[in-house]
């Protein structure tokens, strides 16, 4: 479990942490703090309103993974795995639930009974259809007070601060 600040400090908690550690930057720690912070409240947010409609996290990005996938076959769970970037073991365990709820199936390749394919049903196309609705116009209102100009440059910085990301 992460712990994350529901206050961010005063500007001189992170004057008074270079004193501790001459090293640092302040403000590069706020940034920091402030990505956290914003990250842990995004994650609760959507968790809220994933659970009004009886979904979890994991189980709506693997629905909008398939949902979206070029392959009309559908996807391997390995692929799915790696696109979400969780162990196999995770992932047997959200198709198990998805397959219970009646939303995905497991259909075997036709070659090699090895393989199997994961696919939405009907059902699941209709909750990403009914859900995405809801969590893009959500999405939308949310950004409708940030400018294009804004945007793009916090994707820009954002993308750099993914690159730059020592904790990798």
Excluded: W
């Excluded at 940034?31 to 959507?46: E, F």
């Excluded at 996938?69 to 996807?75: F, I, M, R, S, T």
């Excluded at 769970?77 to 365990?93: C, D, F, K, P």
């Amino acid at each position: 479990m992460s712990l994350f600040l529901s206050k961010l400090p005063e500007k001189e908690f992170y004057q008074s942490l270079s004193k501790t550690f001459p090293c640092i930057d302040p403000s590069s720690v706020e940034t920091l703090l402030r990505l956290r912070k914003l990250a842990a409240d995004l994650d609760k947010g959507i968790d809220q309103f994933l659970q009004s409609h009886s979904l979890l996290s994991g189980r709506f990005s693997v629905l909008m993974q398939l949902a979206y996938a070029k392959d009309p076959e559908g996807l391997k769970s390995i692929t799915l795995a790696e696109l979400l970037g969780v162990t196999r073991g995770n992932m047997t365990g959200l198709l198990d639930g998805l397959e219970e709820a009646g939303l995905v199936v497991r259909v075997s390749d036709s070659r090699d009974r090895r393989i199997a394919y994961i696919q939405l049903t009907k059902k699941g196309r209709d909750t990403v259809t009914k859900v995405g609705a809801d969590y893009f116009k959500r999405v939308c209102k949310m950004m409708s007070r940030v400018s294009e100009k804004e945007k793009s440059s916090m994707n820009k910085s954002l993308e750099k601060m993914n690159e730059l990301m020592a904790f990798k």
